[in-house]
Nanobody, 128 residues
Framework: QVQLVESGGGLVQAGGSLRLSCAAS????????MGWFRQVPGKGREWVST????????YYAEAVKGRFSISKDNEKNILSLQMDSLTLEDTATYYC?????????????????????WGQGTQVTVSS
């Protein structure tokens, strides 16, 4: 059982940067692919990015490609999301999530129903 706790959210001006972290406990992230999702009130969760178990492959939604960077430290059991050039449309609650996946797997899930474990979320608000 993996427990996930996000941190790093906050208020930032458009064009600014934030770095989100997701600390995992209860299991090693060496056995999990990890992703970030976001959600605004009244809408479903939107996939943002996923990294494979090994950290070798990363995938991004078109809306964040080139601006966001996902990384995973399997030693420290931490997932991160560096967010640059933030826009008003990035305002949302951000969630980290995980699902068990073999080390060598390079394909990932982007549907939230495939993820078994979720954090409580951290709010990111981008102001003009």
């Amino acid at each position: 059982q993996v427990q996930l706790v996000e941190s790093g959210g906050g208020l930032v001006q458009a064009g600014g940067s934030l770095r989100l972290s997701c600390a995992a406990s209860g299991a090693s992230l060496r056995n999990y692919a990890m992703g970030w999702f976001r959600q605004v009130p009244g809408k479903g969760r939107e996939w943002v990015s996923t990294i494979t178990t090994s950290g070798e492959k990363t995938y991004y939604a078109e809306a964040v490609k080139g601006r966001f960077s996902i990384s995973k430290d399997n030693e420290k059991n931490i997932l991160s999301l560096q967010m640059d050039s933030l826009t008003l449309e990035d305002t949302a609650t951000y969630y980290c999530a995980a699902y068990p996946s073999p080390w060598s797997t390079v394909l990932v899930y982007v549907g939230d129903s495939q993820y078994n474990y979720w954090g409580q979320g951290t709010q990111v608000t981008v102001s003009s």
